[in-house]
């Protein structure tokens, strides 16, 4: 069964993990604003109500992250320019670090854990919002 979500809002990366000392113990978190992201990722997909996909069972990603195109695409009046046409992305956030933030965000919601993905095409473009498109075929 093949299931679409569509998530809303700047695309973001998951941040490295934060390491801190307690005493003579080390522990690591993450960051408040990576879990402010998974958070709203995971809303957004539990409103379109997804279909749980059990463990064991092997998933198929598909993740297109649109980023918002930079003001200098831009012509003065509006037009995109010529130049600008078949460029994709090549800055920060890095595509591996967007994949785990949707990764973690799905889990336990739409499938048991993200051990279960098998394969996974990504990939980043300029689109007119920021948004993120999901496949998940399991």
Known sequence: MIQHFVVMGEVRG???PRACKRGKFAGVYKANIDRQYE???RSQIVQQNPVFIPAKIPIRLSLLFYMVRPQGHFD??????????GLRPTTR????????????ACNSIVWHDDCQVVSCHKAK???????IEIEVDG
């Open 39 to 41: 958070d709203n990722i």
């Open 93 to 104: 956030p890095d595509l591996d670090n967007m994949e785990k933030a949707v990764k973690d």
């Open 76 to 85: 003065s009046k509006g037009g995109l320019k010529l130049w600008a046409l």
């Open 14 to 16: 998951q941040g490295r």
């Open 125 to 131: 473009i300029y689109g007119n919002v920021g948004k």
